[in-house]
Nanobody, 126 residues
Framework: EVQLVESGGGLVQAGGSLRLSCAAS????????IAWFRQAPGKEREGISC????????YYADSVKGRFTFSSDKAKNTMYLQMNSLKPEDTAVYSC???????????????????WGQGTQVTVSS
């Protein structure tokens, strides 16, 4: 059984930083697509970053480019989202997602991903 468990959310002031973690079990990052999405109250889920093991590339939404960094540690089977220069509009529930045997990744749709974490709340105060 595949499980993704996020941690690291919380309350932070604008301009601050947080690092989210997503620990995977029953899943390896080889030949996979992994991603972070977020959903703010009253808004649709937004893809913010993904990594494709197929081409080794990382993709970011324009809204977080230059502020967020997505990385993974295969030895620990854990992915990380380092979030810097946080803004109140970054407030959302953040979820990690994954798919095995993937030839690429996308943040344009949730449909690619088979596995999801339960989500962790990030609140940025002004």
């Amino acid at each position: 059984e595949v499980q993704l468990v996020e941690s690291g959310g919380g309350l932070v002031q604008a301009g601050g930083s947080l690092r989210l973690s997503c620990a995977a079990s029953g899943f390896t990052f080889d030949d996979s697509a992994i991603a972070w999405f977020r959903q703010a109250p009253g808004k649709e889920r937004e893809g913010i970053s993904c990594i494709s093991s197929y081409n080794g590339r990382t993709y970011y939404a324009d809204s977080v480019k230059g502020r967020f960094t997505f990385s993974s540690d295969k030895a620990k089977n854990t992915m990380y989202l380092q979030m810097n220069s946080l803004k109140p509009e970054d407030t959302a529930v953040y979820s990690c997602a994954a798919r095995s045997a993937a030839y690429g990744c996308t943040i344009a749709t949730t449909l690619l991903y088979d596995y999801w974490g339960q989500g962790t709340q990030v609140t940025v105060s002004s």
